[in-house]
């Protein structure tokens, strides 16, 4: 459900509200509309979506005695379904005068205002039943005491992420309603957003490949970017797998994308420090390279001192490559297990068990960049820490992306012969559409990044 307000012509202007009007129009997803007062009657469309296309929860009367509930018509593709929703949590906010939300106002009709949130909150919640209530509405955005609902209340921007997953775990990649792509183009595209760096970086490659008649090093460079493309589609895959039913056998799903997520941002970032000895020409086949191996980090001080400092010892890039490291190298070891949590109180969950070596070894990486519970870990008895698979895998790719951009952006490739760059290799092409900015924003936007 969505406020219907948000997707008004005058709005379509922003790049969140156009590209969610864009994903509420697919076929796949049911889109009912609210209002108070319910829909303009002359209208026939309602902002970005046809009329037809999107159904309506209609709050009919007043508050009813004894009960006090209020009847909702619901409409969808010429159906109509009555029922109600009871009121006494609306009558809780009515009645919350400790909330700040709306503090400006006369506490009558701040009153007011607070009702009106919750009784539209009520609706999406009891007589729609969705998926997502997306509103602007600030006292159901507020940690309120009285919000029991069990529909999660996004924003705009908050809700085209699941949205956006939604589609794709149903094999619809979406740059715009009536344009889409295939699996590779959607997540190369979105790689080249994450890294704007890239673009320079390999570009000189290219060229190199180019003068040198030898496509193997533009090949080695090229891998980076298809690694980080298919760590951020398992990525996906993490989501889809915790947004299953715990216990129905999707925790291996989980476990096994979380390796292959592992394993390709590790490969990614190996591959980044391979291309930086060829460029500065340190002999030998690069096999011994590697940001985190002192010795050859020796090297490329002596060359390239502003290189070797992204990752001094104790920076924030060296604690996020030393997270990766040691749990990549869990595939050479005791695995990491998915767990169903039991909860007295709420939902199962599932959670991922961090080995007890690995856990010792990130800790104090963990601590440096933001600590345990900016990245989901937490303590569970004899089970030891679990971590939120969730968080813990968007921080690890929020925090690496930046480190990976600054590596490529110190890499001195203009060194390579015949690279001949030029200002405008920094940048997208400007003659090629797919690449437009405005096709890597929406791919940034579904991806929650």
Request: proline share 6%.
């Amino acid at each position: 459900m969505i406020d219907a307000e948000i997707l008004e012509t005058s709005r379509m202007d922003e790049p969140d509200v156009e590209l969610l009007a864009d994903l509420l129009r697919h076929e796949l997803l049911d889109v009912f509309g609210y209002r108070e007062g319910g829909p303009p009657a002359a209208a026939p469309s309602e902002g970005a979506l046809p009329r037809t296309a999107m159904g309506w929860a209609v709050v009919t009367g007043e508050q009813t005695e004894p009960y006090h509930q209020w009847v909702v018509r619901v409409e969808n593709a010429g159906s109509t379904t009555s029922t109600g929703v009871a009121g006494e949590h609306v009558d809780l906010a009515g009645h919350d005068s400790q909330s700040r939300v709306y503090a400006d106002l006369p506490e009558g009709e701040a009153s007011s205002r607070r009702r009106k949130d919750a009784l539209a909150g009520q609706v999406a919640d009891q007589a729609v039943s969705a998926d997502i209530y997306i509103t602007e509405r600030p006292y159901l955005l507020a940690e309120s005491t009285w919000n029991h609902l069990e529909v999660p209340v996004m924003t705009t921007v908050q809700a085209i992420g699941p949205i956006g997953l939604y589609l794709r775990a149903q094999d619809e990649f979406l740059l715009a309603h009536n344009i889409s792509v295939d699996r590779a183009g959607f997540y190369f595209l979105a790689t080249r957003e994450l890294l704007p760096e890239s673009w320079r970086w390999f570009s000189a490659a290219v060229r190199h490949s180019q003068h040198t008649n030898d496509g193997s090093f533009e090949a080695l460079a090229g891998s980076l970017l298809d690694r980080v493309s298919r760590a951020i589609e398992a990525r996906d895959a993490i989501h889809v797998a915790l947004n299953q039913r715990p216990l129905s056998g999707h925790g291996a799903d989980l476990v096994r994308s979380l390796d292959t997520f592992l394993l390709f941002l590790m490969g990614a970032s190996d591959v980044a420090a391979r291309v930086a000895h060829h460029v500065l020409e340190l002999g030998g086949s690069g096999r011994s390279a590697g940001w985190q191996r002192e010795r050859w980090l020796d090297k490329v001080a002596a060359q390239c001192p502003d290189l070797a400092t992204v990752v001094s010892p104790d920076t924030p890039a060296w604690h996020a490559l030393r997270i990766l490291s040691e749990l990549r190298n869990t595939v050479h070891g005791e695995a990491i297990r998915g767990l169903a949590i039991m909860s007295r109180t709420g939902p199962i969950s599932t959670a991922v068990r961090i080995p007890r070596g690995q856990l010792r070894e990130i800790l104090p990486s963990v601590v440096e960049l933001g600590g345990a519970h900016a990245w989901g870990l937490a303590s569970n008895g004899p089970d030891g820490t679990l971590a939120d698979a969730e968080i813990f895998v968007d921080g690890l790719l929020n925090h690496l992306m930046p480190v990976l951009n600054e590596l490529m952006r110190r890499t001195p490739v203009e060194l390579l012969p015949g690279s001949n760059m030029q200002p405008e290799d920094a940048y997208p092409p400007t003659d090629k559409p797919f690449y437009s900015e405005r096709n890597r924003t929406r791919t940034r936007l579904q991806l929650g990044l």
